[in-house]
Structure formats: C-alpha cells, structure tokens
T-cell receptor
C-alpha cells in the first residue's frame, strides 16, 4: 500500500515569508500526487496535482510543488505567505481505486 | 459540470441513536465514491469506498456501514452511535477507473453526546 508522510504537523511563518510544507511518499511506481487545502469546517479543496507531466507543478493561490523522484518528495511552496493561507494542508497519493492522505500540516501565518 | 452534495452539515445525536448521512454526485456517471472521517487534530481516515452500485469496500472495522443504492448516491449509516463516532465526515468522488482527481463534499460535523 502507498503511504504519505508530512513532516511537521504545525508550521508557522510570518506574513510575506516563504512557505515550505514537506511531503514524502512511498511508491514503487510513479504515482499521482496531490496537495489539498482545508479551511475550518469545510471540505478539502485541490491546490495542485502531479500526474507525470512537468515535475514542477503550479497550483492555485500562488502555490507550487516539485516532484523529486530521487528523494520521493513532493514539497509544497509559496514565495510569500498571505494571511488567507492559514489553513490545514494535506498531501495525498493515489493508486488504483484509493487515495492515501498524510496526517496534515496546520499552517499559521503571523502578521 | 460535476457537483457533490453532502448533508446535513451539522448533526448532534445521542449515544445509541441511529445515523444516516447522505451524499450525491451530479454531472457524472459511474464515479468511485468514498467516505472519510477526520477526527479533531488528525488526518483523514478512509472508511469506505465503492466502485459501483452495491459494491462496498470497508477499510476499518467499526460501528458504521455504507451503502450505494444508486450510481451517484452513497450513504453512511449506523444502527447505534458511540461517543467515538464523533468527528467530521467527508464524502468524495473520483472518475471511475481514473484516479487523478478526487473531489470532496463540504462535510458533516457529527457530535455524539
């Protein structure tokens, strides 16, 4: 089975600072990889996905992620944090009929 | 375009009472359907998934069951709720035979008292 590890359950950054949320996956074949964002009491919204095209994937709200096969990583970045970025972020991988989620990283943006 | 509807948004139920959460998808056919649970401060736990009418796979043995009576309808049920059933429940769908997309409903916050 696939698995996803998100390093750091809580990350705090200052407004305007770089956002880096880490994700490592375990997969024996090139997977589909995703980042989702969840605001309080809402469902998950897709930020971006990797489907074996370009290794640098651009998503919504200025986020991007880079697929690094040698490191089995898919870290999420944003050059400049905004207050509205405060939310829970989930990394996920899919295979066959299932999606596997990390335990999430709560991002706090400090004014 | 495809949409997913999940209701109710909030539910407060006493211990021992039954449960029925409903999820419907519009604008697509033969979707894969999923129920996830999200406990406070934790990640998403896959409860059930379905690749077709009447086909349910259970990931975690528990007090809950799922049914898919129609192609785009997915129901989560319990005969007797436990305190530990409290949590945020999310329905989701993906295109059949194609796992490059997963779309979520808005969730149901269940409190069992």
């Amino acid at each position: 089975a696939q698995s996803v590890t998100q390093l750091g359950s809580h990350v705090s950054v200052s407004e305007g600072a770089l956002v880096l949320l880490r994700c490592n996956y375990s997969s024996s074949v090139p997977p589909y990889l995703f980042w989702y964002v969840q605001y309080p009491n809402q469902g998950l919204q897709l930020l971006l996905k990797y489907t074996s095209a370009a290794t640098l994937v651009k998503g919504i709200n200025g986020f991007e992620a880079e697929f690094k096969k040698s490191e089995t990583s898919f870290h999420l970045t944003k050059p400049s944090a905004h207050m509205s970025d405060a939310a829970e972020y989930f990394c996920a991988v899919s295979d066959q009929n299932q999606f596997y989620f990390g335990t999430g990283t709560s991002l706090t943006v400090i004014p | 375009s495809q949409t997913i509807h999940q209701w109710p948004a909030t539910l407060v139920q006493p211990v021992g009472s039954p449960l029925s959460l409903e999820c419907t998808v519009e604008g697509t056919s033969n979707p894969n359907l999923y129920w996830y649970r999200q406990a406070a401060g934790r990640g998403l736990q896959l409860l059930f998934y379905s690749v077709g009418i009447g086909q349910i796979s259970s990931e975690v043995p528990q007090n809950l069951s799922a049914s898919r009576p129609q192609d785009r309808q997915f129901i989560l049920s319990s005969k007797k709720l436990l305190l530990s059933d409290s949590g945020f429940y999310l329905c989701a769908w993906s295109p059949g035979n194609y796992n490059e997309k997963l779309f979520f409903g808005s969730g149901t916050q269940l409190s069992v008292l």
